[in-house]
Every structure is written in C-alpha cells, then in structure tokens.
C-alpha cells in the first residue's frame, strides 16, 4: 500500500480504510487530529490484516515503510550485485553500474579508485522498494567504513599501506579461496610475489577483465591469460587498479595480517583448498599431483552413480 507524498491526514484515513487496513475512515482521521503533533510519513506499507488505527497510526507515524530484504554474499562484485539488485526489482542493472562510477563516498580512502567496487560490505541489507542506486551504495560504502574501522583499530596499518591496496589485495585473496584458515596464508604468498616484483597471476582478475568485456564464459583458456587489461594480473606487475570483488571480514583481515610464509606458489588441491610451495619445482610437483586426483576424483563419480 502506497502512501504519496503531500497527503492529508485524511486523504491518508481513505486509502487505509479502502485498503481495508482499518475498519473506519473517520475513527482513523479523529485519531490524526488528537495527535497532531505527530507527522505520518509518506512510503510504502504493508499490512496483512485489518489493524487498530492506534497501530497503524504508529506504524506510519515512525515511517516503518515496506522493505526488501538483500543478502549479498562476500565476494560478488559489482556486477553481480547488480544483478541481485536487478532481480530484486530494485534498481535496473545499468542504473546501479553508472552510479558505482561515482567513488565520491569513498575517495578519502581509495582516492585513484575507478569505482567503488571493493568498498560495498557483503551483508543482509533492508532496502525500501523506491531507492535509488545512490542510496544503496551509500549504505553499503557506510557499513564497510563501520567494519573498516573495527578492524583498522584492532590492526593499525603498517607500513603505511593505503588502504585501496589493502582492499584489493583482500577481494583477490576472497576470490582465490572459500577456505577461512587460508586466506593469510594467501595474502602471505602474493605479499612474497609483490616484495619480489613477481607477477601476482591470479586468475580471478582475468576472469574480472573477461567480465567487465563481456567476453567471459564460465571457462578460463591459456588464450585468456593474454588479455588486454591492466586487471590481468599475468600480463601486469603488482597490484590492478583496484578490486575484483567486495570482500568480506575474514579476507580483510588476511589482507591486513597476511601470514609470514616463504611460499610463492598454490594449486588447487580438488578438495576446496590449495597445496602450497616455496619453489618453481615443487610448484610443478604440485600441479602433477592435482591433475592425478583430478583424474581419480572424476573417475569415481560415473562409478558411484551406477545402481
């Protein structure tokens, strides 16, 4: 139920009433005068059943609009929450993308960011239905700057690392693993790879330059890794110009504490996790012995279907 802006109290008495949301009209534009003092606001409502105007005058006094309940999982980037947000019904997906160029709400902390990819802190957000994509990426750049602070206070910046680094660090680390206990120690790896000007060659940021073409198809190819981007990690030293992914708490913290490893290498271990190594040989080792599980993990599926 809509209730414009601008409406009387008792133009507002009519819509409840023929809403059937109150019984009475008139009982609900007495109680309007009575409490004057009181300003009802304009939104939506919604009201599954018939309430006492004393409710539902509360309800509208303290402006409890209608709102759609958002979850946006750590490490979407903005391209994916445009696309929850889209489907959602909230904003359109190519509203939200212009707005996410404006890096007004965060430029005192990344001041070179091309948008504010990185700064929107996955959680469950309430938004009303009318909102505009301002609006919701003021409310996501404000919750990281709440989380931000918590727990820049707990680690203080060393080093004097910006903060736009220590962000795109951590959504290359949110990317690369699910696993909590070895986001440090990744974040110790490409800190190892940065110190010796070695290429970061991370996967996720060729897979973030495919996206932003529109050229990415579920499946990464040795072709990809040549990708013209200055957010291909492979073609390009240190870090890209920004991140790849809105990271979540534990990846900020790896980022800030990145475990004091002497591993420069990782592969996937087909179990989630990855096999860490210190040199190129072990790497290889490394690599052989995830295609070999690859190989036995694939050939028990077909057998384990069978009646």
Not at 18 to 31: I, N, P, Y
Not at 162 to 181: F, G, H, R
Not at 283 to 290: D, G, K, L, S
Request: glycine fraction near 6%; include cysteine.
């Amino acid at each position: 139920m809509e209730i414009p802006k601008g409406s009387s109290a008792r133009t507002i008495a009519r819509i409840l009433a023929d809403q059937g949301v109150v019984r009475s009209q008139w009982t609900f534009a007495l109680l309007c005068r009575t409490r004057s003092n009181r300003r009802l606001q304009a939104g939506e409502y919604y009201f599954d059943h018939p309430q006492t105007a004393f409710n539902v005058f509360d309800t509208l006094a303290a402006g409890k609009v209608f709102e759609l309940t958002v979850t946006v999982p750590e490490g979407y980037n903005l391209m994916q929450i445009a696309d929850l947000l889209a489907e959602g019904k909230l904003v359109s997906r190519e509203d939200f993308l212009a707005a996410a160029r404006d890096t007004t709400p965060i430029r005192d902390l990344a001041p070179t960011a091309p948008s504010v990819e990185g700064f929107l802190f996955p959680a469950t957000y309430e938004f009303p239905r009318h909102i505009t994509s301002a609006k919701i990426i003021g409310e996501m750049t404000q919750h990281f700057r709440t989380e931000w602070s918590a727990l820049t206070a707990a680690t203080p910046l060393a080093n004097g690392r910006a903060a736009q680094n220590i962000v795109t660090l951590a959504s290359l680390v949110e990317s690369e693993t699910p696993k909590m206990d070895e986001r440090p120690i990744i974040a110790g790896v490409f800190q190892n790879r940065l110190r010796i000007g070695m290429a970061l060659a991370c996967d996720p940021t060729v897979v973030y330059a495919l996206e932003q073409k529109g050229a990415y198809d579920g499946t990464l190819t040795s072709a990809d890794m040549h990708v013209d981007s200055p957010y291909n990690t492979y073609r390009n030293r240190g870090l890209p110009p920004g991140p790849i992914a809105n990271p979540g708490e534990t990846a900020l913290r790896a980022a800030l504490q990145p475990a004091t490893v002497d591993y420069l290498y990782f592969v996937a271990d087909t179990q989630g996790g990855h096999f860490f190594s210190k040199s190129f040989a072990e790497h290889i080792r490394n690599i052989a012995r995830y295609h070999q599980l690859l190989a036995q993990k694939n050939a028990k599926e077909p057998a384990q279907k069978r009646p």
